[in-house]
């Protein structure tokens, strides 16, 4: 059968569909239809409160027009430059940790007891948000930046390890098996052969994880690990919403700064 | 090529003598400054905690275990509210994200000099903001519940979803755009029939992709009261009922891989 007699006779053009199969298409039509009617049915909205919130909708859209950088200005010093500390001493941390992890979650040049335990550090590492750890970490180390500092370290370690073991079994085995000849030892290997291969993309995952960590050292506040969550926490609480969003202003602001900057440093490196 | 004399023997080096300092003096500041930081945070850090660390940390894992398996039943309807509000979250910032993404993209945007920076600017921000910090907002808005994590999911997930579509849609092949437009095309028929279609793979692994990240973030924003179960996360770590967190962690890491090997599993299906 052609496809014009297909479709009727007519032979006019249609779109390819997305998913081939007619039946597929169809079960995952329905399946989706009827998820969402179950998901919308559990979610419940209860109106009234969300009229009786635009009022203060209202006001943090105001407080945005006109933020207030100036009555608590001391606290929102004092919780950037700790978040800007925690950022740069977590990041750093997490670099020297994830170097290591990374050549050993590489299945080029590890063994497999090893690439294994270094692949389930980064599975754990992975799994869970920063904030469970970050209470975690509370518990254990007590309130102030130290945990905030461990935790941002110990999420930093999931994303660049895995990135960078990623991109040394991208890496070319010509040049590893090169330096290899000339009988040179693991180090060696790893300092010529390895180093300058995956360096300009480790240098642009760092710049881009220094930025997350930012971000990120924003919310461990929330949960007593130091940063500029505790005072923006407190704000919300109050509902000062013109000093949270000096406060969010400045962190949008900052994050911007250190993306223009990393953009930078990446299209000179690679 | 940087090479050194020393009497008769040329020795190689990697970099010029300059280059060198250059780096060692980089190496330097960077150093300066790591303990510069390090200084102020051990400053403020009570050290007698930290060095009492691994007796605490024990004494919590010695409470942890056994998790107790029979809370699970009180588990299953937060890990669905999580899901819903991953999904529907997820939903309703691509509805959001597809105007701005085209807003935003050079070759798409009605104007370059006021509406693209205007479009970024609404991608830059809704990245910069943590979702819990949306939740935070929303549930003082409208108060406690599913629909606060939604909205901060979705308004969280305009700018990641944003921003990779209209990359993709500035890396288009401009031909296809030229074809459709010879055959008079309106505008809405060029991006119909000459952009959606090419951007239409990408668009469906970014969303998966997103969903699965939703998935991760929506199981903490419970902790400032916006559904899921984070809320029981909160309450077990407010009576400290370490077997109860245990099971709850373990929920979250099964519903987190779940979600990954679907999302995986998806994506590659569409590349």
């Known amino acids: 059968m052609s496809l014009a007699a297909q479709l009727g006779g007519s032979k006019r053009w249609k779109r390819p569909p997305l998913i081939k199969s007619p039946l597929l298409r169809w079960l995952l039509g329905i399946g989706a239809a009827l998820y969402l009617a179950a998901a919308f049915g559990s979610l419940e909205v209860n109106w009234l409160r969300v009229w009786e919130g635009l009022d203060r909708g209202w006001a943090f859209v105001l407080g945005f027009m006109q933020p207030d950088f100036v009555s608590r200005w001391a606290d929102i010093k004092e919780g950037i430059i700790e978040s800007l500390v925690m950022t740069v001493t977590s990041t750093v941390i997490g670099i020297l940790i994830s170097v290591p992890i990374g050549l050993g979650a590489a299945r080029n040049i590890a063994p497999l007891p090893v690439y294994l335990f270094c692949r389930g550090i980064i599975a754990v590492s992975r799994s869970f948000q920063e904030i469970i750890v970050a209470i975690l970490f509370v518990a254990i180390f007590g309130f102030g930046p130290f945990a905030g500092v461990v935790t941002l370290s110990f999420a930093t370690i999931g994303f660049l390890a895995k990135l960078l073991a990623e991109d040394i079994e991208d890496s070319r085995a010509e040049q590893l098996e090169a330096v290899r000849a000339t009988g040179s030892s693991w180090l060696q290997l790893m300092n010529y052969a390895v180093q300058p291969q995956v360096m300009p993309r480790l240098i642009g995952l760092s710049m881009y994880r220094l930025d997350i960590n930012f971000r990120e050292s924003a919310v461990v506040g929330l949960v007593g690990a130091g940063g500029i969550g505790a005072t923006l926490n407190t704000s919300f609480d109050r509902y000062e919403f013109d000093t949270t969003a000096a406060i969010l202003i400045t962190i949008i602001a900052i994050v911007m700064a250190t993306e223009y900057a990393s953009g930078i440093i990446r299209a000179r490196v690679q | 090529m940087p090479v050194v004399r020393t009497g008769e023997i040329q020795v190689w080096r990697r970099r010029e003598p300059a280059k060198q300092l250059a780096i060692w003096f980089a190496w330097l500041c960077g150093v300066a400054l790591f303990m510069f930081c390090w200084s102020i945070i051990s400053e403020k850090t009570t050290w007698f905690f930290v060095f009492d660390a691994p007796r605490i940390a024990g004494d919590i894992g010695s409470r942890m275990f056994p998790p107790r398996w029979s809370y699970i039943d009180q588990l299953w309807l937060p890990?669905?509210?999580?899901?819903?509000?991953?999904?529907?979250?997820?939903?309703?910032?691509?509805?959001?994200?597809?105007?701005?993404?085209?807003?935003?993209?050079?070759?798409?945007?009605?104007?370059?000099?006021?509406?693209?920076?205007?479009?970024?600017?609404?991608?830059?921000?809704?990245?910069?903001?943590?979702?819990?910090?949306?939740?935070?907002?929303?549930?003082?808005?409208?108060?406690?519940?599913?629909?606060?994590?939604?909205?901060?999911?979705?308004?969280?997930?305009?700018?990641?979803?944003?921003?990779?579509?209209?990359?993709?849609?500035?890396?288009?092949?401009?031909?296809?755009?030229?074809?459709?437009?010879?055959?008079?095309?309106?505008?809405?028929?060029?991006?119909?029939?000459?952009?959606?279609?090419?951007?239409?793979?990408?668009?469906?692994?970014?969303?998966?992709?997103?969903?699965?990240i939703n998935i991760r973030e929506s199981t903490v924003l419970g902790l400032v009261g916006a559904g899921g179960i984070g809320l029981q996360l909160q309450g077990s770590l407010n009576i400290l009922a370490w077997p109860q967190v245990t099971l709850i962690l373990i929920a979250i890491l099964f519903s987190v891989v779940a979600s990954e090997v679907v999302s995986a599993k998806v994506r590659k299906a569409i590349i």
Request: glycine share 6%.
């Open chain 2, 79 to 212: 890990l669905w509210d999580t899901i819903n509000i991953a999904t529907l979250g997820t939903m309703f910032s691509i509805v959001m994200a597809v105007p701005v993404a085209f807003l935003a993209a050079r070759n798409t945007t009605p104007s370059t000099r006021f509406v693209r920076p205007l479009a970024l600017l609404i991608i830059v921000s809704s990245r910069s903001i943590n979702s819990l910090i949306w939740a935070l907002l929303l549930v003082s808005i409208v108060g406690p519940g599913l629909f606060a994590g939604v909205i901060a999911i979705s308004l969280r997930s305009i700018g990641f979803v944003a921003k990779l579509l209209y990359e993709a849609i500035e890396e288009i092949d401009e031909d296809q755009v030229e074809a459709i437009a010879a055959t008079g095309a309106s505008r809405a028929q060029i991006i119909a029939y000459g952009i959606v279609p090419q951007i239409m793979p990408a668009f469906a692994g970014i969303t998966v992709f997103r969903w699965d």
